[in-house]
């Protein structure tokens, strides 16, 4: 259903003035996310920046002959949401056709079938496989994740289905056969398939095992990748958001991004992460790295995304002190740590920033040990290498990362006990599972925590998260208990770790993340305001507006 379009009074007034506005926004509740500035009631904007921040009186001293004045009329306006960690790149490819329901839909095993069958009925007939992507792993029965349950569905091409966390899959026979993998393919630790009692892959695959399923069926023509790829960032923008990094880009999408550059097709503020390792110990060259820069015309500065661990439901993220139920001591990170400190070291020299995925305290040690390398190097993070996830850290490492500043991504949705991370309570020891998403130790340690939603692995919905940072709930569902409740952090913080803290992991808080003079006016204007509601409606919050760098790009 179409909304009215946006409600707000805009006229045009004049007056004297060399300075003058573009346009004002008056009479509005604007949260800067400034600590010496932090409520204010107008703003002004020239050339997409932040002229004046302040009051009514102080924008209309520099409102002159064609500036467009907006009255909010008593509208709450905010900085635009920033999220440190999406993947337009990676997966939005295997959602283009069809995306089935994660954890945020409280999906069962049979309404996830339901909605496999109508996306086999609508599926083009042009393409060689099908590929769909985003069920909830834990909701699923044994019997659905098979080749046979697949080969009734799809009994004439091959077929491959992803999880929404990313970690596993499974494929019917058909796949199996035009790749050649059998009983006699190995497993390893950082790739494996589930298996019949004969040995025979059942139809599961795991970790780095998914790689050539994808392989086979990556990249999808130009056209098609584009589509996918803007569908996530338009997406963003009506949601708020006015920057992000992608986390794990390839070369086969870098022609997209240099196009979407030239074009003016981004809305948002764009970093980009070059896969750095993907399931495997090997690392792309850093001279690959800055060849791609060096070819293409790419949005942001040079970044690398790397995984030490894959995901705790496939054994394959390092938990310290034996916290599996069964033995872990056996998992090592993804690359070794010698190989891993000599890889930061070069990717820092080279002025690239990286981009961990590590969930297990043990991941996230190793991962501190290998920035520390680089950092003790250079004397500084002046990079801002940071930690995605961070969701079983030590205290001693939160030390270390306070002390040496290393960013962790808080990523709010999961503050929320959706049915992956509940999953977990069945994976790992009480004690270790009691320490999960510890948004406010990171806080209080003196940790910058930043959002990222790892969408569409996650939705792309920051209002749910920010109100599950808050209280640990599942927004919406009052009968559902929270997730470690004591680590619920204030309006106040998760605003900022949505906003300021986002944009200084991007190295971009000095353009945007707050509204303040100089900065880009990347703002939105939602439809009520936080601090007058109950926490427990921010997951019904609504945007009216976005702007970025003073253009409206969304308007409800």
Same mark, same amino acid.
């Given at each position: 259903?179409?909304?009215?379009?946006?409600?707000?009074?805009?006229?045009?007034?004049?007056?004297?003035?060399?300075?003058?506005?573009?346009?004002?926004?008056?009479?509005?509740?604007i949260y800067t996310v400034n600590d010496a500035q932090p409520w204010v009631e107008a703003v002004a904007i020239k050339d997409g920046r932040f002229l004046v921040v302040g009051s009514n009186a102080d924008v209309a001293a520099v409102t002159g002959d064609g500036t467009e004045v907006v009255d909010l009329d008593g509208a709450f306006?905010?900085?635009?949401?920033?999220?440190?960690?999406?993947?337009?790149?990676?997966?939005?490819?295997?959602?283009?056709?069809?995306?089935?329901?994660?954890?945020?839909?409280?999906?069962?095993?049979?309404?996830?079938?339901?909605?496999?069958?109508?996306?086999?009925?609508?599926?083009?007939?042009?393409?060689?496989?099908?590929?769909?992507?985003?069920?909830?792993?834990?909701?699923?029965?044994?019997?659905?994740?098979?080749?046979?349950?697949?080969?009734?569905?799809?009994?004439?091409?091959?077929?491959?289905?992803?999880?929404?966390?990313?970690?596993?899959?499974?494929?019917?026979?058909?796949?199996?056969?035009?790749?050649?993998?059998?009983?006699?393919?190995?497993?390893?630790?950082?790739?494996?398939?589930?298996?019949?009692?004969?040995?025979?892959?059942?139809?599961?695959?795991?970790?780095?095992?998914?790689?050539?399923?994808?392989?086979?069926?990556?990249?999808?023509?130009?056209?098609?990748?584009?589509?996918?790829?803007?569908?996530?960032?338009?997406?963003?923008?009506?949601?708020?958001?006015?920057?992000?990094?992608?986390?794990?880009?390839?070369?086969?999408?870098?022609?997209?991004?240099?196009?979407?550059?030239?074009?003016?097709?981004?809305?948002?503020?764009?970093?980009?992460?070059?896969?750095?390792?993907?399931?495997?110990?090997?690392?792309?060259? @850093?001279?690959?790295?800055?060849?791609?820069?060096?070819?293409?015309?790419?949005?942001?500065?040079?970044?690398?995304?790397?995984?030490?661990?894959?995901?705790?439901?496939?054994?394959?993220? @390092?938990?310290?002190?034996?916290?599996?139920?069964?033995?872990?001591?056996?998992?090592?990170?993804?690359?070794?740590?010698?190989?891993?400190?000599?890889?930061?070291?070069?990717?820092?020299?080279?002025? @690239?920033?990286?981009?961990?995925?590590?969930?297990?305290?043990?991941?996230?040690?190793?991962?501190?040990?290998?920035?520390?390398?680089?950092?003790?190097?250079?004397?500084?993070?002046?990079?801002?290498?940071?930690?995605?996830?961070?969701?079983?850290?030590?205290?001693?490492?939160?030390?270390?990362?306070?002390?040496?500043?290393?960013?962790?991504?808080?990523?709010?949705?999961?503050?929320?006990?959706?049915?992956?991370?509940?999953?977990?309570?069945?994976?790992?020891?009480?004690?270790?599972?009691?320490?999960?998403?510890?948004?406010?130790?990171?806080?209080?340690?003196?940790?910058?925590?930043?959002?990222?939603?790892?969408?569409?692995?996650?939705?792309?919905w920051p209002w749910f998260g920010m109100e599950a940072s808050i209280t640990r709930g599942f927004p919406g569902h009052p009968e559902i208990e929270p997730f470690n409740a004591d680590q619920g952090i204030t309006l106040e913080e998760t605003v900022r770790v949505h906003t300021l803290n986002g944009a200084y992991v991007l190295n971009?808080?000095?353009?945007?993340?707050?509204?303040?003079?100089?900065?880009?006016?990347?703002?939105? @204007?939602?439809?009520?305001?936080?601090?007058?509601?109950?926490?427990?409606?921010?997951?019904?919050?609504?945007?009216?507006?976005?702007?970025?760098?003073?253009?409206?790009?969304?308007?409800?």
């Open positions: 259903m179409r909304r009215p379009l946006f409600p707000f009074a805009a006229l045009v007034i004049a007056a004297c003035g060399g300075n003058s506005a573009d346009v004002i926004y008056t009479n509005g509740r306006v905010m900085p635009g949401i920033v999220d440190i960690h999406t993947h337009p790149s990676m997966s939005m490819a295997l959602r283009v056709f069809c995306e089935l329901p994660g954890s945020y839909y409280l999906p069962t095993n049979e309404t996830t079938i339901d909605a496999l069958k109508k996306c086999i009925e609508a599926y083009p007939d042009d393409q060689a496989w099908f590929f769909a992507e985003g069920y909830s792993s834990p909701i699923m029965k044994p019997e659905t994740l098979t080749k046979e349950f697949l080969d009734e569905l799809i009994p004439d091409r091959p077929a491959y289905v992803k999880d929404e966390s990313g970690h596993f899959g499974f494929a019917n026979s058909k796949a199996f056969e035009i790749l050649g993998i059998d009983e006699n393919t190995p497993d390893t630790p950082a790739g494996y398939f589930s298996r019949t009692e004969d040995g025979k892959p059942a139809g599961q695959l795991f970790e780095s095992a998914m790689n050539p399923f994808e392989d086979a069926i990556l990249p999808l023509a130009p056209e098609i990748s584009q589509l996918a790829k803007m569908r996530l960032l338009e997406d963003a923008t009506r949601e708020g958001i006015t920057a992000v990094g992608d986390a794990y880009v390839f070369e086969r999408d870098l022609a997209d991004w240099q196009k979407f550059k030239r074009d003016g097709q981004l809305n948002l503020h764009v970093r980009l992460y070059m896969s750095g390792n993907f399931g495997t110990a090997a690392t792309t060259p @850093v001279s690959e790295i800055l060849r791609y820069y060096e070819e293409y015309d790419l949005p942001g500065e040079p970044g690398v995304k790397m995984s030490l661990g894959g995901a705790l439901e496939s054994r394959t993220e @390092v938990m310290l002190n034996d916290a599996y139920f069964e033995d872990g001591s056996d998992i090592r990170p993804l690359i070794p740590a010698d190989a891993f400190a000599t890889y930061m070291r070069e990717l820092d020299a080279a002025g @690239v920033q990286a981009k961990v995925h590590a969930i297990g305290d043990g991941t996230v040690r190793a991962t501190i040990d290998g920035f520390l390398a680089a950092i003790n190097e250079r004397g500084s993070n002046e990079l801002r290498h940071h930690v995605d996830h961070c969701s079983y850290i030590q205290p001693e490492d939160m030390a270390r990362a306070r002390d040496n500043g290393i960013p962790c991504s808080a990523w709010p949705m999961l503050n929320a006990p959706i049915n992956f991370l509940v999953n977990q309570a069945n994976i790992i020891k009480p004690e270790a599972y009691q320490r999960g998403g510890p948004t406010r130790d990171l806080l209080d340690a003196g940790i910058i925590a930043a959002n990222h939603s790892d969408a569409p692995q996650a939705n792309l971009l808080d000095d353009v945007t993340g707050s509204i303040g003079v100089g900065k880009f006016a990347d703002m939105i @204007v939602l439809n009520h305001n936080l601090f007058e509601i109950p926490v427990t409606e921010i997951h019904r919050t609504e945007v009216q507006r976005t702007l970025f760098k003073g253009q409206v790009v969304h308007e409800r």
